[in-house]
């Protein structure tokens, strides 16, 4: 596996992110087979989790000692912070990497829970790619990227939390 997956160039999609829901997409399109390409401005999957939440804990839970085994479906209605697989050791991270002091994950240990999921599942994310701009050309997405343009006909913006910023994209002029 390279250090650097996923150069600039034509891509059947694109997701931009590494939080939860860029990690939980990739490991679903890689199990449907949809070759895609995962480009993040982050150094790690759970970027997000090293400014926020600003109390530093989750509101969601993650009950280490309910009434289901770990590995079961049925465990994660006790485990609102795991990413959801069919295989059972990609099930129930959460609770092996948290402290046990609280219920609700603190900020490294959902960084350190995306990571152990990103890793077990083999995620391949192209990492420090900064976004730029998005423009339409023809039925194809052109992102310029911190390393060149990305092509695809559809792409997934999965960034988590980010501060109110309208994107330069013609396509959504008028739009609120």
């Known amino acids: 596996m390279t250090d650097k997956p996923f150069p600039p160039g ?4 694109v997701v931009v992110g590494s ?3 860029a990690m939980q997409l990739t490991y679903c ?4 087979g949809v070759e895609h390409a995962v480009i993040s401005a982050d150094d790690a999957p759970g970027g997000m989790f090293r400014r926020w939440p600003i109390f530093q804990r989750m509101l969601s839970w993650t009950k280490p000692f309910a009434s289901h085994e770990k590995a079961t479906r049925a465990y994660e209605r006790f485990d609102w912070n795991s990413l959801l697989s069919d295989d059972e050791h990609l099930r129930a991270i959460m609770p092996t990497v948290m402290d046990g002091t609280s219920y609700f994950p603190s900020r490294p240990e959902m960084e350190k829970g995306l990571a152990t999921f990103a890793q077990r599942a083999g995620l391949r994310v192209r990492y420090g790619v900064r976004w730029e701009s998005t423009r339409a050309e023809g039925k194809d997405f ?3 990227t911190s390393d060149g343009e990305y092509i695809a006909p559809a792409v997934v913006f999965a960034v988590g939390v980010a501060q109110p910023w309208r994107p330069n994209v013609l396509a959504l002029e008028g739009v609120q």
Request: proline fraction near 14%; hydrophobic fraction near 35%.
């Open 10 to 13: 034509r891509h059947p999609l």
């Open 19 to 21: 939080g939860p829901g």
């Open 29 to 32: 399109l890689g199990q449907l």
């Open 142 to 144: 052109v992102l310029t």
